[in-house]
C-alpha cells in the first residue's frame, strides 16, 4: 500500500508541474514564476546525480532479467512460460529496483518535498483559474446576458408584446367564465328566477322556461307509490285545484285551498307535493321552516320573496314548507318580543283569507304543535300513513328494479345472481317483516343492500343482516320518539287532531286514473 502511494504521489507531482507550466504558468498567482525558474527548482528536488545511477541500475536489471526469461522459453519451447518468466522477472527487478531507490533516506524525502511542492502548485492554479474567471471571464458573461435581456425587456417591448400576451390569455379567460356568469345572471334574473332559500333538491319548477329544461332532460313525474287512501286524496285535491284555477281564470271570485300533510317521518309528504304540482301544473316553489327562520326578522322579507314570485305566475305557484311544525308552532310558547313570534304572525296575516295566486302547503311530523290560528289556514288535510302491505310490495320492486336489477348499474352476471335471489318469495318474506317502517327507511335499507352487495357480492346472509338491521333501527327510533312525546306529554289520541273530511264523490276519470 505504501508503494501504490508513493507511485500515486510522484504522478501528482508531474501532473501538477505539468498543469502548472503549460497552462496556468504560474506557482502562485500573485508571484508569477518563469519556466527556469521551475527548471531550477525541479532539478534542486529531485538530485539529478544519485537518481541517475539508481534508474541506470534500475534498468539493466530489468533489461538482464527480461532476457533471461525469453531465453529459458525460447529453449523449453514453451510459450506460455516465457511470458509468464518474462512478465514475472520483470515485475520482481522493477519491484527489487523500485525498492532499494526507495530506501535511500534522501531520495525518500526528495519524493515527498517534490509531491507537497506539485500538490501546492495543483492547488495554487486551480486558485487562480477560479479568480480569473471570476475577474475577467464571469463579467462579460454577465454583461452580454443584460444585453440580450435589455435588448427584449424594455419599454417599447413590454407594451407591444406584453399587451398580445396578456390580451391571449385574458379573453379566452374570461370568455369562458364570462359567459358562465353571464348565463346565470341571465337564468336567474330572466329565464328562471327564484328565491333565494329555495331548496333545491326537492325540484322546485317556476315559470316556462324550467318546464323547458325538463322537457329537454326527459323529465317524468316521480311514480305515486301510496296507500290506495293516499291516491284517492291526491285525485280528489287535483282535480279540485284544476277546478279552482280554471274558475279564478274565468274572472270568478275564488281562492286556492291550503293543504296539511301530516303524519310520521318518510312517509312521502314531499313526493306527494310534487305531484301535486306535477299534476295539476302548478309552479312548485319548495322551501323549509329553518330556511325562514335562519335570519331571524329575515324570514318575513324571504316569504315576501315568496308571495312576489307567485304574484308573477302564469301557472299559480304551490308555496310547499317543510318541518313546518318548527315554523308554526303554537304562539303561546313563544316570547312576542321574539323574531319567530314576529315571523309567525306575519304569515298568519298573509294567509289569513287565502290566495287567487298561491296554495300554501305544508309538511309536518307532529300536527299538534301547530298553532291554533295556523291549523285553521289549512281546509285540506292528509293524513300520510306507513305503507301497508301492498305499497311495501311496489316499493320494494321499484328500488330493487332501480338497484339490484339494473343493467345500466350492473354486470348481467351481477343482475343474474340478484335475481335468482330476490325471488317472489324472499321479497314478499321482506315485506311481512318490514312492517312499521316508512317510504323512507324501505329506500334506504335496499340502497344499504345495494351497497354492501357492490362491496362484498350478494348473498342471502347479506340481504338478512340488512333486513335485521333496518328493522332494529326503526324500533330504536319509534322508542325514542314515544319518550319525546312522554316528555311533553302528548297523548296518543292528541297526536291525530284533524277533524275527518267529508266524502268527496270521485270523478269517474280521476277514479280510473287512480286505479
Known amino acids: 500500500m505504501v508503494f501504490y502511494k508513493r507511485i500515486f504521489l510522484m504522478v501528482m507531482v508531474l501532473f501538477g508541474l505539468q498543469i502548472d507550466t503549460f497552462i496556468f504558468g504560474t506557482q502562485n498567482p500573485n508571484k508569477p514564476m518563469t519556466q527556469e525558474e521551475l527548471l531550477k527548482q525541479w532539478k534542486s528536488a529531485y538530485k539529478p546525480v544519485s537518481w541517475e545511477e539508481k534508474a541506470k541500475q534500475f534498468m539493466k536489471d530489468i533489461t538482464k532479467g527480461?532476457?533471461?526469461?525469453?531465453?529459458?522459453?525460447?529453449?523449453?519451447?514453451?510459450?506460455?512460460?516465457?511470458?509468464?518468466?518474462?512478465?514475472?522477472?520483470?515485475?520482481?527487478?522493477?519491484?527489487?529496483?523500485?525498492?532499494?531507490?526507495?530506501?535511500?533516506?534522501?531520495?525518500?524525502?526528495?519524493?515527498?518535498?517534490?509531491?507537497?511542492?506539485?500538490?501546492?502548485?495543483?492547488?495554487?492554479?486551480?486558485?487562480?483559474?477560479?479568480?480569473?474567471?471570476?475577474?475577467?471571464?464571469?463579467?462579460?458573461?454577465?454583461?452580454?446576458?443584460?444585453?440580450?435581456?435589455?435588448s427584449f425587456i424594455n419599454t417599447r417591448n413590454m407594451l407591444q408584446y406584453g399587451t398580445i400576451l396578456a390580451g391571449s390569455i385574458a379573453l379566452p379567460t374570461a370568455g369562458y367564465y364570462g359567459s358562465i356568469v353571464a348565463w346565470r345572471v341571465l337564468e336567474k334574473h330572466l329565464l328562471s328566477p327564484k328565491p333565494e332559500i329555495i331548496v333545491k333538491a326537492a325540484n322546485?319548477?317556476?315559470?316556462?322556461?324550467?318546464?323547458?329544461?325538463?322537457?329537454?332532460?326527459?323529465?317524468?313525474?316521480?311514480?305515486?307509490?301510496?296507500?290506495?287512501?293516499?291516491?284517492?286524496?291526491?285525485?280528489e285535491i287535483e282535480e279540485k285545484t284544476k277546478k279552482i284555477r280554471e274558475l279564478i281564470s274565468q274572472g270568478r271570485n275564488m281562492t286556492y285551498d291550503n293543504l296539511l300533510l301530516y303524519g310520521k317521518p318518510g312517509t312521502g309528504k314531499t313526493l306527494f307535493a310534487q305531484i301535486l304540482a306535477d299534476k295539476t301544473d302548478m309552479d312548485f316553489l319548495p322551501v323549509t321552516a329553518a330556511s325562514l327562520l335562519q335570519a331571524g326578522i329575515e324570514g318575513i322579507k324571504y316569504f315576501n320573496e315568496l308571495l312576489e314570485f307567485a304574484n308573477k305566475s302564469k301557472y299559480g305557484v304551490i308555496i310547499f314548507v317543510?318541518?313546518?311544525?318548527?315554523?308554526?308552532?303554537?304562539?303561546n310558547t313563544l316570547d312576542p318580543a321574539s323574531d319567530h313570534y314576529k315571523v309567525l304572525n306575519h304569515i298568519l296575516a298573509a294567509t289569513g283569507t287565502g290566495s287567487k295566486k298561491f296554495m300554501l302547503v305544508a309538511a309536518t311530523n307532529h300536527a299538534y304543535v301547530m298553532d291554533e290560528a295556523m291549523g285553521r289556514r289549512f281546509q285540506d288535510r292528509v293524513l300520510m300513513p306507513l305503507p301497508d302491505a301492498t305499497t311495501r310490495l311496489a316499493l320494494l320492486d321499484l328500488y330493487?328494479?332501480?338497484?339490484?336489477?339494473?343493467?345500466?348499474?350492473?354486470?348481467?352476471?351481477?343482475?343474474?345472481?340478484?335475481?335468482?335471489?330476490?325471488?317472489?318469495?324472499?321479497?314478499?318474506?321482506?315485506?311481512?317483516?318490514?312492517?312499521?317502517?316508512?317510504?323512507?327507511?324501505?329506500?334506504?335499507?335496499?340502497?344499504?343492500?345495494?351497497?354492501?352487495?357492490?362491496?362484498?357480492?350478494?348473498?342471502a346472509t347479506i340481504v338478512n343482516n340488512v333486513v335485521n338491521n333496518a328493522i332494529e333501527k326503526h324500533r330504536v327510533s319509534e322508542e325514542d320518539r314515544m319518550k319525546r312525546e312522554a316528555k311533553f306529554g302528548v297523548k296518543q289520541e292528541d297526536v291525530i287532531v284533524m277533524p275527518p273530511m267529508p266524502a268527496i264523490e270521485v270523478p269517474k276519470k280521476a277514479a280510473a286514473a287512480a286505479a
Request: proline fraction near 2%.
Open 66 to 150: 527480461g532476457l533471461s526469461g525469453f531465453e529459458e522459453g525460447l529453449q523449453g519451447n514453451q510459450v506460455g512460460n516465457t511470458v509468464r518468466n518474462v512478465t514475472g522477472n520483470v515485475g520482481r527487478e522493477a519491484s527489487r529496483g523500485l525498492s532499494e531507490a526507495m530506501a535511500d533516506e534522501e531520495v525518500r524525502r526528495n519524493f515527498e518535498r517534490a509531491g507537497e511542492s506539485g500538490a501546492e502548485t495543483f492547488g495554487y492554479g486551480v486558485r487562480g483559474a477560479r479568480e480569473g474567471f471570476r475577474r475577467e471571464v464571469a463579467p462579460h458573461i454577465a454583461e452580454g446576458f443584460r444585453d440580450l435581456l435589455s
Open 322 to 331: 317543510d318541518e313546518a311544525d318548527a315554523l308554526f308552532i303554537d304562539r
Open 204 to 235: 322546485p319548477k317556476f315559470g316556462r322556461w324550467d318546464r323547458v329544461k325538463r322537457w329537454w332532460k326527459g323529465y317524468k313525474t316521480p311514480p305515486m307509490i301510496f296507500d290506495q287512501s293516499v291516491k284517492d286524496r291526491l285525485t
Open 400 to 459: 330493487f328494479a332501480g338497484t339490484l336489477f339494473s343493467s345500466q348499474e350492473n354486470t348481467a352476471s351481477f343482475v343474474t345472481k340478484a335475481k335468482a335471489l330476490l325471488t317472489a318469495g324472499v321479497v314478499n318474506d321482506i315485506v311481512q317483516r318490514t312492517h312499521g317502517l316508512s317510504h323512507a327507511e324501505i329506500k334506504d335499507m335496499v340502497s344499504t343492500i345495494n351497497k354492501t352487495a357492490q362491496i362484498s357480492g350478494i348473498t
